[in-house]
C-alpha cells in the first residue's frame, strides 16, 4: 500500500487542489501527512502544524463544549432558548426550543434570519441551520460571562493540549503566508489564493482553524466519550436518510461524520467506533473537486482501517 504522504500527492496532483492534510487513528496509533503548497503563487510548503479551516466540522467542537457545560452543571439539554435571552425579541413558536434541539438542528429556526420569522416546524423535523450553532455559542458565552474563544480555550484547548483557533485572518512574513489560505477553483483549473473566512458571529458554527495533528488528538478524545460515539443525548432522522446527534455528528450506520467548507476550503472528519478508529482530511480548496479527492482519501483510509488495521499504521509510523 503507497505511503499516506505519496497517496496524497497522487490525489492532489489528479485534483490540482494546492494542499490536501490528512491523519487516521487506530487503537490509538497515528499517521498523519501533508502535501502542497499554502499558496498558488508562492512556494512555501505546507506542514503537520499548519492550521486549516474546518468549516462545519467545527459544530462537533462546540457541542463538546455544550456537554462541558451540561457536565458541569451549569446547563440541562432541556433548557428553553427563551430563559437565556428574556428581553429579545422572539417569535412565541421558537420560545420553548430546547438546547438539544438546537444541537441536532430541529428547532425550527431558518437558516440566519432571525428569531422573529415565522414558525414552520410543528412537527420537530430536522432542518439544517448555522443559526442554532451561532446561538449555542452565545448561550455558553452567557452562563459563563465568558467569550466564546475563551471558552473555547479553557474547555478544549487545555484539556486535550491542542490549539484550536477563531482567528479568520492568516498572517503572512515577508509575503509569505503562515498558513493556509483558501483557494477558489474554476471548472478549467484557474485557482485563485482567497484570505478570508464567514463572520466572528459565525466562530460557533463552523470557523475554526487547527492542525490535523492536533484535530486527531480530538478525534481520539471523541472515540473514548460513549455520549459521542454511543448514546448522545438526542439523535433525530435528518434531511438525508440519515441521523444527526446531539454531539455534532452525522450518523450514518455505525459511523459519524460531518463535513465543513465555507467556498475556499473544505474538511470532514469521520468517526469508525466499531473499529475504534477515526480520520481527517483537509484541503484548502473549496471546489466539487476538493469534494471528490476527499472521498477518495475517504476511501483509501477506512481500507487501512478495515483491511491492513494495525501493520500498515505501525509500519507508517516508523
Given at each position: 500500500?503507497?505511503?499516506?504522504?505519496?497517496?496524497?500527492?497522487?490525489?492532489?496532483?489528479?485534483?490540482?487542489?494546492?494542499a490536501?492534510?490528512?491523519?487516521?487513528?487506530?487503537?490509538n496509533?497515528?499517521?498523519?501527512?501533508?502535501?502542497g503548497?499554502?499558496?498558488?503563487?508562492?512556494?512555501a510548503?505546507?506542514?503537520?502544524?499548519?492550521k486549516?479551516r474546518?468549516?462545519?466540522?467545527?459544530k462537533?467542537?462546540?457541542?463538546?463544549?455544550?456537554?462541558?457545560?451540561?457536565?458541569?452543571?451549569?446547563?440541562?439539554?432541556?433548557?428553553?432558548?427563551?430563559?437565556f435571552?428574556?428581553?429579545?425579541?422572539?417569535?412565541?413558536?421558537?420560545?420553548?426550543?430546547?438546547?438539544?434541539?438546537?444541537?441536532?438542528?430541529?428547532?425550527?429556526?431558518?437558516?440566519?434570519?432571525?428569531?422573529?420569522?415565522?414558525?414552520?416546524?410543528?412537527?420537530?423535523?430536522?432542518?439544517?441551520s448555522?443559526?442554532?450553532?451561532?446561538?449555542?455559542?452565545?448561550?455558553?458565552?452567557?452562563?459563563?460571562?465568558?467569550?466564546?474563544?475563551q471558552?473555547?480555550?479553557?474547555?478544549?484547548?487545555?484539556?486535550?493540549n491542542?490549539?484550536?483557533i477563531c482567528?479568520?485572518?492568516?498572517?503572512?512574513?515577508?509575503?509569505?503566508?503562515?498558513?493556509?489560505?483558501?483557494?477558489?477553483?474554476?471548472?478549467?483549473?484557474?485557482?485563485?489564493?482567497?484570505?478570508m473566512?464567514?463572520p466572528?458571529?459565525?466562530?460557533?458554527?463552523?470557523?475554526?482553524?487547527?492542525?490535523?495533528?492536533?484535530?486527531?488528538?480530538?478525534?481520539?478524545?471523541?472515540l473514548?466519550?460513549?455520549?459521542?460515539?454511543?448514546?448522545?443525548?438526542?439523535?433525530?432522522?435528518d434531511?438525508?436518510?440519515?441521523?444527526?446527534?446531539?454531539?455534532?455528528?452525522?450518523?450514518?450506520?455505525?459511523?459519524?461524520?460531518?463535513?465543513g467548507?465555507?467556498?475556499?476550503?473544505?474538511?470532514?472528519?469521520?468517526?469508525?467506533p466499531q473499529?475504534?478508529?477515526?480520520?481527517v482530511?483537509?484541503t484548502?480548496?473549496?471546489?466539487?473537486?476538493?469534494?471528490?479527492?476527499?472521498?477518495?482519501?475517504?476511501?483509501?483510509?477506512?481500507?487501512?482501517?478495515?483491511?491492513?488495521?494495525?501493520?500498515?499504521?505501525?509500519?507508517?509510523?516508523?
Amino acid at each position: 500500500m503507497q505511503n499516506l504522504e505519496n497517496y496524497l500527492e497522487t490525489i492532489r496532483t489528479q485534483y490540482h487542489l494546492p494542499a490536501l492534510a490528512a491523519a487516521l487513528t487506530c487503537n490509538n496509533h497515528v499517521i498523519s501527512a501533508v502535501c502542497g503548497v499554502r499558496k498558488i503563487g508562492h512556494s512555501a510548503s505546507v506542514t503537520l502544524n499548519d492550521k486549516f479551516r474546518f468549516g462545519s466540522v467545527s459544530k462537533s467542537v462546540t457541542a463538546t463544549l455544550i456537554q462541558k457545560l451540561v457536565d458541569g452543571g451549569k446547563l440541562n439539554f432541556e433548557d428553553k432558548l427563551f430563559s437565556f435571552f428574556p428581553n429579545l425579541s422572539i417569535n412565541k413558536n421558537y420560545q420553548d426550543v430546547t438546547l438539544a434541539q438546537l444541537l441536532t438542528h430541529t428547532s425550527g429556526l431558518p437558516t440566519e434570519d432571525g428569531l422573529n420569522t415565522p414558525y414552520d416546524n410543528k412537527s420537530n423535523q430536522f432542518y439544517y441551520s448555522n443559526l442554532n450553532y451561532i446561538l449555542l455559542g452565545q448561550i455558553a458565552s452567557f452562563v459563563t460571562n465568558k467569550s466564546f474563544e475563551q471558552l473555547i480555550h479553557i474547555y478544549i484547548n487545555q484539556p486535550f493540549n491542542i490549539e484550536i483557533i477563531c482567528d479568520p485572518w492568516v498572517d503572512e512574513i515577508d509575503g509569505i503566508p503562515n498558513d493556509p489560505w483558501g483557494h477558489t477553483h474554476s471548472d478549467t483549473h484557474i485557482i485563485t489564493p482567497v484570505n478570508m473566512d464567514n463572520p466572528d458571529i459565525h466562530i460557533p458554527a463552523g470557523r475554526m482553524r487547527a492542525s490535523i495533528v492536533d484535530w486527531i488528538k480530538l478525534l481520539q478524545f471523541f472515540l473514548s466519550q460513549k455520549n459521542i460515539v454511543e448514546t448522545p443525548y438526542l439523535i433525530v432522522p435528518d434531511d438525508r436518510g440519515q441521523e444527526y446527534t446531539s454531539a455534532g455528528f452525522i450518523r450514518m450506520g455505525s459511523e459519524l461524520l460531518h463535513d465543513g467548507g465555507n467556498g475556499f476550503h473544505y474538511a470532514r472528519h469521520v468517526i469508525l467506533p466499531q473499529q475504534n478508529s477515526a480520520l481527517v482530511i483537509a484541503t484548502n480548496d473549496g471546489s466539487s473537486y476538493a469534494l471528490e479527492a476527499m472521498n477518495k482519501i475517504e476511501l483509501y483510509l477506512v481500507n487501512i482501517v478495515m483491511q491492513h488495521t494495525l501493520e500498515t499504521i505501525l509500519t507508517q509510523s516508523k
